[in-house]
């Protein structure tokens, strides 16, 4: 399986201010999967980062607000930008298995609270 | 379209058989998937199965899917209090990048 690890794992930040949060995997993977989980929600996919390219982003979702890097194949970033209450949720970082098709593994996640 | 349903709770004695259900709406799936998620904790993948599959089996859990109905369940046998979290149900799709896509959860309370 992949291991994947997050910073931060939460923090709380005030209103207007941004967040990077940086996600680590310790294989190579071509795709790196960016989701939020509201409160007492299910996940939602924000976008989809492949390296050397733009992230596609999903419906409802936009660069300005959560612009993601992917320098590298093991390695990403999401920003939540000018922070409202609304963006406290926990956001994941997801990748596909590289040993079995089909695998999809999820980071431990960060718990952001905007107060 | 994409969605995936789920019962919003289940509750069972311990060492009773759970069942959990959901059902999807795209029949281009490739993969659907089992995840378990304890409080404040991450995401688990507990299984998954091929869309070409009607069965999988692993220890205590077991994984039907019926493609013609989209409808697709996870046993877990003999369920112990540790078992108690929140399962989500997802599907894979086949175009584009492949996005996985949750249901809504159900979470399982397990009664000593």
């Known amino acids: 399986s992949a291991v994947i690890s997050q910073k931060p794992s939460r923090d709380i930040c005030q209103r207007g201010t941004s967040l990077t949060i940086q996600c680590q995997v310790d294989?190579?993977?071509?795709?790196m999967f960016w989701y939020r989980q509201q409160p007492g929600q299910s996940l939602t996919l924000i976008a989809t980062?492949?390296?050397?390219?733009?992230?596609?982003?999903e419906s409802g979702f936009v660069i300005d607000k959560f612009p993601i890097s992917r320098p590298n194949l093991t390695f990403s970033t999401l920003t939540v930008s000018n922070m409202s209450p609304e963006d406290s949720s926990i956001y994941l970082c997801?990748?596909?298995?590289?040993?079995?098709?089909?695998?999809?593994?999820f980071g431990p996640g960060t718990r952001l609270t905007v107060l | 379209g994409e969605d995936v349903e789920q019962s919003l709770f289940l509750s069972v004695r311990e060492g009773d058989s759970s069942v959990i259900n959901c059902t999807y709406t795209d029949s281009s799936s490739t993969y659907l998937y089992w995840y378990k998620q304890e409080p404040g904790a991450g995401l688990q993948l507990l299984t998954y199965?091929?869309?070409?599959?009607d069965m999988k089996q692993d220890q205590r859990l077991t994984v039907l899917l019926n493609k013609k109905d989209k409808h697709l369940s996870l046993r877990i046998a003999d369920t112990q209090t540790g078992d108690s979290a929140i399962y989500f149900c997802a599907e894979r799709f086949s175009g584009g990048y492949q996005k996985v896509t949750f249901g809504t959860g159900t979470k399982l309370q397990v009664i000593p």
């Open positions: 199965i091929f869309s070409n599959m």
């Open positions: 997801s990748v596909e298995g590289t040993a079995n098709a089909g695998e999809q593994f």
């Open positions: 294989s190579q993977v071509t795709m």
């Open positions: 980062a492949n390296q050397g390219s733009e992230a596609t982003y």
